[in-house]
Nanobody, 113 residues
Framework: QVHLVESGGGLVQPGGSLRLSCAVSGSAISGNTMAWYRQAPGKQRELVAFIASGETTNYANSVKGRFTIYRDNAKNTLYLQMNSLKPEDTAVYYC???????WGQGTQVTVSS
């Protein structure tokens, strides 16, 4: 059974940084597309970034240049480095294996002064 556990969320001031982690068990992340989604209150869930099996990355326009998705295959862990955070980045962030096939429980990110 595939199990994903996100961590690293929290409260940060605008302009700050956070790094989210997603520890995966039951499946190797290497060779699989892995993604980060987020859902803000009252809004639809959106795809933030994904990294394909060939290590190609893709980002939502709203986070391009500020967020970086990467993985450590040896640790079987996916990461999302978030810099220059804005209040509109406030959301619950989820990692997935594939584009929304297996989901973690989410981690809250709040950007506020």
């Amino acid at each position: 059974q595939v199990h994903l556990v996100e961590s690293g969320g929290g409260l940060v001031q605008p302009g700050g940084s956070l790094r989210l982690s997603c520890a995966v068990s039951g499946s190797a992340i290497s060779g699989n597309t892995m993604a980060w989604y987020r859902q803000a209150p009252g809004k639809q869930r959106e795809l933030v970034a994904f990294i394909a099996s060939g290590e190609t990355t893709n980002y939502a326009n709203s986070v391009k240049g500020r967020f970086t998705i990467y993985r450590d295959n040896a640790k079987n862990t996916l990461y999302l480095q978030m810099n220059s955070l804005k209040p509109e980045d406030t959301a619950v962030y989820y990692c997935t294996r594939g584009l929304g096939i297996y989901w973690g429980q989410g981690t809250q990110v709040t950007v506020s002064s």
